[in-house]
């Protein structure tokens, strides 16, 4: 029997439309869905092998519980039984401050584990977490929690109308988007060239996006907020600013102008290896185009100066007026809400950071969170508040954050360990206990975050194309269950129902409350009454009813509903996006704040960077369209080819150091040492090396046979845990110093 099934993968930002094709239980193809109202039928590679990731032997289908150095399969009673056992008495001794968890970067993709981590953290009672963000995009979330008051509230450029793109530190030829939802970027570029604008990517390797673009400026890494600080000195210097409407709208416009002084082109210029001329240039090319937007990503958060640099991106569009303008840098305005986009009633007056600090570092909290490194520390440093358990949910910190080493060393002394993932890996390796959870084709999909970064208004839900084993709970139940055992409760006590339809019922009071609700006057029971019976499609339900397009439970005629969404199998799509500052900005910001006294406090750090010189080579990391993190080296189709684990360096430092083509040479930063084999390009600018990030597929007793077979190397392995952006404790994996040297036959 044949079968196809419309689907929405659930890989990245893309979100591109995919059309599977069953031949008795077996996924035997898939391809572009043509009829996707969003991806038009484009496709990645990753996306074309969900089926392999579905059939994959390694996946786990059950729980597995360690006994010494080996595991067994277990009943998920069992399971859970064994979870209580092991949690409760570390609990009952020093409390659930000595109980931890890391939330990885899949979270976010996952039709459960997205819309139900919130619940986990609130009625488990867990205050010590970390995540991925820490690692990626920390800065934006700072910069846009104090200029626009929401953590979340993150412009993207308006690529189907813009005349003028600069792009900073992004690769999406490997990433497609990242915080910026479109499917096939670089053929978005391609258009904005053919309408007769222009792209300019500013990127330390000539990547495959800078060469779809007009032009490529080579940039020292970690500089990107000096040379942006100059572009504004320009801005003002040469009368070129002109915010437009904004201008009523923005508090702190005079006091950029003071800070911007000192940073003239020909003071950064040395810094930044950009020459001065190009930097002016570059400032009345964003001022004189009739649209224009300036995009910074991974590149310009992870670096020493994310915060600095993922502000000067705000600060640009904004003095250029290309913010909340078509053709500019916009504000999504997705279909359901995002419960991450809710504003925590800890920062019902603004956001403060600081306000406690880590046991062993003394590093600041922001955020609710510390730097990712700071968790390996946590657990292997006796004392008062020493980390005795953790939970890890849909992550790999051993491969995926700085200072692996050290968190590798201390997992073992837990005297608990809970993993939530779908595989036996690095990380997971250590746990007691490993939960897993569904393959993507077993369960619902809908993006709830990501669409709050899209170009245009759209949405896709995707059924399940298999169903689970009767016995396979969904991931929202499993951590209902993990935070009632967190929490106090004992296995049998414990009514997921009920604490769903809790959950529910919170969520719903807190959107009831907001002014202006469109549903504040219904009664809860009305509201379930004519919601699905519970789980995240209940949720969605909610955020898209309640949502700007939504029914309002009935009160919006039209309006839409899941039900409504399920319709359309390829898609909904509502139009591009229109300004909408004014929704955009918290209720307690009358304007922007483009000066916040947290970021600019930072600028003295950066006005000392200027007088620093660095001679020797430092590293950058770079992604692959054929790789995902860490989690994709496991699937045979996108491990072909040539060796993707290289060391990139220019022919000139190559030639200094008598490196050839090939030869293995090893890479060493004050923390740790690799040895990789040398991949010679002049796609690196000189000074500058390259290593891939999540590879380091090596570590005994795990069950990935095909990343094992293609281990490389652990890029982070070479990044100091304590290397991270100041404001905001995100990890500086860009422009660490290293020393590369040919290793001898």
Not at 9 to 32: F, K, Q, S, W
Not at 133 to 153: E, F, I, R
């Amino acid at each position: 029997m044949t079968e196809t099934h419309v689907r929405t993968c659930p890989l990245c930002e893309a979100m591109c439309g995919l059309r599977v094709t069953v031949e008795d239980g077996h996924v035997t193809r898939i391809r572009g869905d043509d009829d996707d109202v969003w991806s038009k039928g484009y496709i990645c590679p990753k996306g074309a092998t969900l089926g392999h990731l579905h059939h994959d032997p390694d996946r786990l289908r059950a729980p597995l519980v360690r006994t010494g150095d080996s595991w067994r399969e277990v009943s998920w009673e069992d399971a859970f039984r064994e979870i209580e056992r092991r949690l409760r008495p570390i609990i009952e001794e020093h409390g659930v401050g000595a109980v931890a968890t890391y939330i990885g970067n899949p979270t976010a993709h996952n039709f459960s584990l997205g819309r139900y981590i919130g619940a986990f953290m609130v009625m488990s009672g867990i205050t010590q977490i970390y995540s991925a963000g820490t690692v990626d995009q920390w800065p934006k979330n700072v910069v846009c929690a104090l200029m626009y008051g929401g953590m979340w509230s993150i412009p993207v450029p308006d690529l189907d109308r813009t005349d003028y793109l600069l792009m900073l530190g992004a690769n999406p030829a490997a990433s497609q988007g990242s915080l910026l939802a479109v499917p096939d970027v670089l053929g978005h570029l391609d258009r904005i060239r053919t309408r007769g604008g222009r792209v300019v990517v500013v990127d330390p390797r000539r990547t495959k996006t800078a060469e779809r673009a007009d032009e490529w400026l080579p940039i020292r890494p970690g500089t990107d907020a000096a040379m942006l600080l100059a572009i504004v000195h320009v801005l003002f210097a040469e009368g070129l600013t002109r915010p437009g409407p904004v201008a009523d709208k923005t508090r702190g416009i005079d006091t950029v102008e003071r800070l911007a002084r000192p940073f003239t082109p020909e003071a950064v210029a040395a810094t930044c290896g950009v020459s001065a001329d190009t930097i002016r240039r570059l400032a009345r090319e964003l001022a004189g185009a009739p649209t224009a937007a300036v995009y910074g990503r991974i590149g310009t958060c992870n670096q020493e100066f994310g915060t600095l640099a993922s502000w000067l991106v705000e600060v640009v569009n904004v003095l250029t007026g290309n913010l909340d303008r078509v053709g500019g840098s916009m504000f999504a305005n997705p279909i359901a809400w995002s419960q991450v986009g809710l504003r925590p009633p800890e920062f019902a007056e603004g956001f403060t950071f600081g306000r406690w600090t880590s046991r062993v570092r003394g590093a600041p909290e922001v955020l609710g969170q510390f730097p990712a490194s700071c968790l390996g520390e946590e657990i292997a440093t006796p004392g008062e508040g020493q980390l005795r358990a953790l939970i890890t949910i849909a992550g790999n910190p051993v491969i995926s954050t700085p200072d692996p080493t050290t968190l590798d060393a201390a997992l073992p002394g837990l005297g608990c360990m809970i993993s939530v993932d779908n595989y036996l890996n690095e990380t997971t390796r250590h746990a007691d206990v490993i939960l897993p959870g569904l393959s993507p084709f077993e369960q619902p999909h809908y993006d709830e975050l990501i669409w709050s970064w899209a170009i245009r208004h759209a949405g896709n839900y995707s059924p399940p194309i298999f169903p689970p084993a009767a016995d396979r709970p969904a991931e929202w139940k499993i951590l209902l269950t993990l935070a009632a055992l967190v929490g106090g409760q004992s296995y049998d006590e414990i009514n997921v129902t009920e604490l769903d339809d809790l959950f529910f019922a919170g969520l719903t009071a807190f959107k009831q409350a907001e002014p202006g609700s469109p549903i504040a006057d219904r009664a809860l029971d009305e509201i379930t009454a004519v919601s699905p019976p519970g789980g995240p499609e209940r949720l969605l339900d909610l955020a898209i009813r309640s949502g700007p397009y939504g029914d309002a439970y009935g009160t919006r005629a039209g309006g839409l509903t899941l039900a409504a969404l399920e319709a359309k199998p390829h898609g909904i799509d509502l139009g591009p996006l229109e300004p909408r500052l004014a929704d955009v900005l918290a209720p307690q910001m009358d304007k922007i704040e483009l000066a916040p006294a947290y970021v600019i406090a930072d600028i003295p750090r950066l006005r000392a960077r200027l007088d620093r010189h660095d001679d020797g080579l430092v590293l950058v990391s770079r992604r692959h369209l054929r790789s995902n993190n860490s989690w994709m080296h496991n699937v045979a189709p996108l491990m072909t080819g040539k060796p993707r684990c290289t060391l990139l360096i220019h022919p000139t430092d190559a030639t200094r150091l008598a490196l050839d083509d090939g030869m293995a040479a090893r890479v060493t930063s004050r923390t740790g040492s690799v040895e990789v084999p040398v991949e010679i390009t002049a796609e690196m600018m000189p000074g500058v090396v390259s290593l891939p990030h999540g590879w380091g597929h090596d570590k005994p007793g795990v069950r990935l046979a095909v990343a094992t077979a293609h281990p490389g190397v652990n890029n982070n392995l070479l990044a100091p845990g304590d290397r991270v952006d100041v404001p905001s404790g995100n990890a500086a994996l860009n422009g660490i110093p290293v020393d590369v040297r040919a290793v001898e036959p």
